[in-house]
């Protein structure tokens, strides 16, 4: 299995732009984590889902922030619009129920 | 609520020092799990140890050691005469072992820089 992949892995936008960073979770795990990483706040959780709904979303920052899991297979989130301050690394990971979670290389945003 | 807490924001250690990294949790679950990962210059985070909250032995990997305490709700890792190649930001996290409920919640993380 290639793991959690990530794409893209480096991402530069202006501000107000739309961004959408995507995920594929490995193969037969049911939870998928969407993760950011900052210098301030180290990892924070955005939002996951189990069995591609979504169980708990009060980690998204605020309403610009939007994460969809349409099959088992991939996942997305979106920022629109986006802002300087949403910089940092988003990392995605998945995991069986109780079983550990594998993280993606994480998707480098930088919002100019 | 579940909570993480790094205490340690920064080490800095010479090579071949024992050093060890703070972690204390907080939840109401009587059965949870509890992670250490290391996230390398690189930026990937990287699977070092998972603990269930009904095993209170101790786990030594290498140099690698762990030290879970319920009665303080601490999970403590020590590295053995640290090397210049564990120098990485370690995160600390907790999951509750419940089905639906399965989020991964992590501290804030201590960067350790292991001087030659």
């Known amino acids: 299995d290639a793991g959690v992949i990530q794409s893209p892995r480096h991402e530069v936008t202006e501000m107000g732009q739309e961004v959408t960073l995507r995920c594929k979770p490995i193969s037969g795990h049911n939870s998928l984590f969407w993760y950011r990483q900052t210098m301030m706040r180290g990892l924070e959780l955005l939002i996951y889902f189990n069995n591609n709904v979504p169980i708990d979303d009060s980690g998204m920052p605020e309403d610009r922030f939007s994460a969809k899991m349409p099959n088992a297979s991939f996942s997305t989130l979106k920022i629109q619009p986006s802002e300087p301050r949403d910089s940092a690394v988003y990392f995605c990971?998945?995991?069986?129920?109780?079983?550990?979670?594998?993280f993606g290389q994480g998707t480098r945003l930088t919002v100019v | 609520a579940q909570k993480v807490t790094q205490a340690q924001t920064e080490i800095s250690v010479v090579e071949k020092e024992d050093v060890t990294l703070d972690c204390v949790y907080e939840?109401?679950?009587?059965?949870?799990?509890l992670f250490w990962y290391k996230q390398p210059p690189s930026g990937e985070l990287v699977f070092l140890i998972r603990r269930n909250s009904f095993d209170e032995q101790n786990e030594i990997s290498g140099r690698y050691s762990w030290n879970f305490q319920k009665s303080t709700s601490s999970f403590n890792f020590t590295i053995t005469a640290s090397q210049v190649v564990d120098s990485a930001v370690y995160f600390c996290?907790?999951?509750?072992?419940?089905?639906?409920?399965?989020?991964?919640?992590f501290g804030t993380g201590t960067l350790l820089a292991v001087q030659p």
């Open positions: 939840t109401r679950d009587t059965t949870y799990y």
């Open positions: 996290a907790l999951s509750e072992a419940r089905g639906a409920t399965n989020k991964l919640i």
């Open positions: 990971a998945s995991r069986e129920s109780g079983q550990l979670a594998f």
